[in-house]
């Protein structure tokens, strides 16, 4: 499938966005634009074409259309159509590509510390099925309300609006099988039992939970974005910072409470995944209790 791909942040932008209907009959009209245009069809069939691909926009489906191309009707619709259209923009560089499959490990390109955002990759298939149309109509009705209000609040949720309506169609297109739904869920709450072990590894977790392990990492990967390694070192990270805010334990106790008994390994893994060491993060509490 064809797909954009930009990385996050920075955010997309919404530019203009409303309803919009062809009576039996009509085409839309061919043009080069300079911005993307997301046309979702409401009711109707609408006929498009873009880089010599042509494609039948039913109802519940989408179509995103990429700036810089050439495009427009090649057919004239065969009944009364109707449409919600956006025109939005990528600050930041993307790529268009084809991918055979894609999930939620491919999604999270790095993490966030105290002092750093986390990246991530936005990845829309660019024409695509709406299963739970419900939902997306609702979004566009609201986004579309907001066209009557000047105010700059009002246009400030349209882009809030907007940035859902995209994640909307990322978790569209990234439906995971419910087996591996299921295994993962498994997997997880094992590790949420257990982190506090120092021997735990995903090959102990496949074999307490009865699956291949190779089966275990890979449906692990796909729902959370991390290997079953970085998800039980995220748990231990999580805890601690719990401790070193509440407790008065030493960074040793501390490391060995959540399953890890090396200490100076204990903070070299801190800082990898909160930018600052351990005994930085305690004194934080002490400027706020101050």
């Not at 919404?14 to 046309?39: A, M, P, Y």
């Not at 409401?42 to 873009?50: A, D, R, V, W």
């Not at 974005?225 to 030493?250: F, H, V, W």
């Not at 090396?262 to 995944?273: A, E, I, P, Q, T």
């Amino acid at each position: 499938m064809k797909t954009i791909r930009a990385k996050i942040p920075p955010l997309p932008v919404f530019i203009k966005g409303g309803k919009g209907s062809f009576r039996k009959g009509q085409k839309h009209f061919s043009r080069t634009f300079e911005v993307f245009d997301l046309l979702a069809v409401k009711k109707g069939t609408l006929y498009m074409k873009e880089e010599g691909v042509s494609y039948e926009v039913k109802e519940g489906e989408y179509l995103i259309l990429v700036p810089g191309i050439k495009h427009g009707g090649w057919k004239e619709c065969t009944e009364d159509t109707e449409i919600y259209w956006i025109h939005f923009k990528l600050p930041g560089s993307y790529e268009t590509d084809r991918l055979k499959d894609f999930d939620w490990s491919d999604i999270l390109k790095k993490e966030s510390t105290y002092t750093e955002e986390a990246i991530f990759e936005l990845i829309i298939p660019t024409y695509g099925q709406i299963h739970n149309r419900n939902q997306f109509e609702t979004m566009m009705e609201r986004l579309n309300s907001l066209n009557l209000s000047g105010a700059p609040a009002d246009q400030l949720q349209q882009q809030a609006l907007f940035y859902e309506s995209l994640l909307f169609l990322q978790r569209e297109a990234v439906r995971l099988p419910t087996s591996a739904e299921q295994v993962a869920s498994e997997a997880i709450r094992f590790i949420h039992r257990h982190y506090n072990e120092p021997a735990l590894k995903v090959e102990g977790i496949a074999r307490a939970l009865l699956y291949h392990v190779d089966y275990v990492a890979r449906c692990v990967k796909r729902t959370t974005g991390l290997t079953p390694g970085q998800y039980i070192n995220r748990c231990r990270i999580e805890r601690a910072k719990e401790m070193l805010l509440s407790t008065e334990l030493d960074l040793e106790a501390v490391a060995a409470e959540v399953g890890i008994l090396d200490r100076s390994y204990f903070s070299r893994l801190f800082k990898k995944y909160e930018g600052i060491t351990p005994t930085a993060f305690r004194s934080m509490r002490v400027k706020r209790e101050w």
